[in-house]
């Protein structure tokens, strides 16, 4: 995202509006919605919330990329997922008084938008296909969090980067000359968290991709060069 773009104050000008919850919506309706939202940009390493903090209503993202971390009894980051267009932020406080059990930090410049809890309810009350489509993005969140459990407690550090990799070819993969490069500039402690591994182990593992012409590292850029190999090992 570019800082300087002018910002879409309309939620039916949204880029993401095709894949966020109010798509459904007609003219009417999303012009009530762009009345009761905030736009907000984020450069990279803000935090739009912190862990522990009360939740006052909800984000969602416009543009952008923003992960999601939880902080150990270790101290040691772990990223939950890498949320982006469309995603919606902090919907558990929608349904109880807690406060927000994670961080949400921008990986990039972002722009985002906030909805206070009192409408964002009343919407949901008034409005079952929103609803329907908020209901959706939990259950897939919490499927993904399923499934990144699981793999945490069975596969090694291979398989884990390799199943990481090929999640982020789906959700953020771009074609290049024949090959596929991973259009989110991570770290290389931030890959590590995702996996749930130490930096160093991740360094380790990530060259030997590199030996075995799995990956092409160029920097923080990662480009897939055998995708078939690839999910054979994940």
């Known amino acids: 995202m570019t800082p300087n773009r002018e910002l879409p104050k309309q939620c039916e000008n949204c880029p993401s509006k095709a894949e966020g919850i109010f798509c459904n919506l007609d003219q009417l309706m999303l012009k009530d919605v762009s009345l009761h939202k ?3 940009t984020y450069k990279k390493g803000q935090n739009l ?38 995603d919606v932020l902090g919907p558990k406080g929608l349904f109880s008084e807690s ?15 906030f909805i206070d ?16 489509n908020l209901m959706s993005k939990l259950s897939t969140d919490l499927e993904i969090s399923e499934t990144k459990l699981a793999s945490l407690s069975y596969k090694n550090v291979r398989e884990k980067l390799a199943g990481v990799l090929l999640d982020l070819v789906k959700s953020h993969g771009k074609e290049e000359n024949g090959q596929v490069r ?6 290389r402690q931030e890959l590590a968290s995702l996996i749930g591994t130490a930096t160093e182990t991740l360094i380790r ?17 990662i480009y897939i060069l055998n995708l078939e190999k690839l999910k054979l090992t994940a």
């Open 49 to 86: 919330f912190l862990e522990g903090t009360p939740s006052f209503g909800i984000f969602c993202i416009s543009a952008g990329n923003i992960k999601i971390s939880k902080m150990g009894e270790n101290g040691r980051e772990s990223i939950v997922k890498i949320a982006s267009k469309g």
């Open 38 to 40: 905030v736009v907000n």
């Open 205 to 221: 593992v990530l060259s030997e991709f590199k030996e075995e012409e799995l990956v092409e590292l160029q920097g923080k850029n």
């Open 117 to 132: 809890k009192k409408y964002i309810s009343q919407l949901l009350g008034s409005n079952p296909t929103v609803a329907m």
């Open 182 to 187: 991973i259009d989110l500039k991570l770290t």
């Open 99 to 113: 406060n927000y059990n994670t961080t949400a930090t921008a990986l990039e410049d972002s722009a985002v938008c």
